[in-house]
């Protein structure tokens, strides 16, 4: 009798204790002062952005200018240097909205190249006068539009422009008479308008720093005109403040 009244008690006991711990599973602890505290939702401000940018950049062009057949077959390769180029430039832009602004910007196209020898038993070789080094600079100078959209603010960016301006083109060009070997010389220059654009992305480094990768174009606006037209790849650096 004694074994099953403990037996009974024991039982009341864990049964007790069971549903003690279903209570405290189903419903929680209940939230103390210092949990209701931490629970408060904090207000969180806007990210500040930068208004004003300076952009340096440097990279690879490829010139749209149409190139002449070649007179000889050396020169194939002479024209094929002139359609790649150095491209570099700079620009300043000011943001007045978030996604919105404007600026200046500069931007240079260089090429060259040379003619080591011709082939005297050329068929086109008699009575020619062939172009033996070409030294091409075009120097783009005008104001744009720009957008941008922060992927994430202050660390990933996508940017565009479009604008319009001033173009100067010099092509300093050496000639050789075939057979004879006379040499001259002949500076070529002319202005015209262009339209410009890119687009863009700058990774930030820091708040103030930026790298970035774009690809820019420019049309010439006068057909009449030197072709001016280009598509380059850059890479940058970008000042932001």
Not at 95 to 102: D, E, L, N, Q, T
Request: hydrophobic share 40%; aromatic share 16%.
């Amino acid at each position: 009798m004694t074994h099953l009244i403990f037996f009974i008690k024991l039982r009341t006991l864990l049964l007790f204790s069971m549903f003690i711990l279903l209570c405290k599973f189903s419903y929680g602890q209940f939230p103390s002062k210092e949990t209701e505290i931490d629970t408060v939702p904090v207000v969180q401000t806007e990210t500040s952005l930068p208004w004003f940018k300076f952009g340096a950049q440097i990279g690879y062009g490829y010139r749209l200018e149409p190139v002449s057949d070649p007179v000889f077959p050396e020169m194939g390769n002479y024209n094929s240097k002139l359609k790649h180029s150095l491209n570099y430039g700079a620009d300043l832009s000011y943001y007045f909205s978030k996604y919105m602004g404007m600026g200046i910007k500069y931007n240079g196209i260089y090429a060259q190249s040379t003619l080591s020898k011709i082939n005297p038993d050329s068929p086109d070789g008699d009575g020619s006068i062939v172009p033996s080094s070409e030294k091409i600079g075009i120097h783009y100078i005008g104001v744009f539009y720009a957008a941008r959209y922060f992927v994430v603010p202050n660390k990933h960016c996508l940017f565009a422009t479009v604008g319009t301006g001033y173009v100067r083109y010099r092509n300093k060009t050496k000639f050789t008479a075939f057979p004879i070997s006379i040499s001259g010389s002949e500076i070529f220059t002319e202005n015209t308008a262009a339209l410009f654009a890119e687009i863009g992305y700058n990774f930030f480094v820091t708040k103030s720093l930026a790298v970035g990768l774009q690809v820019s174009t420019s049309i010439g606006l006068l057909k009449d005109r030197a072709n001016v037209g280009h598509v380059g790849i850059t890479l940058g650096l970008r000042f932001l403040k």
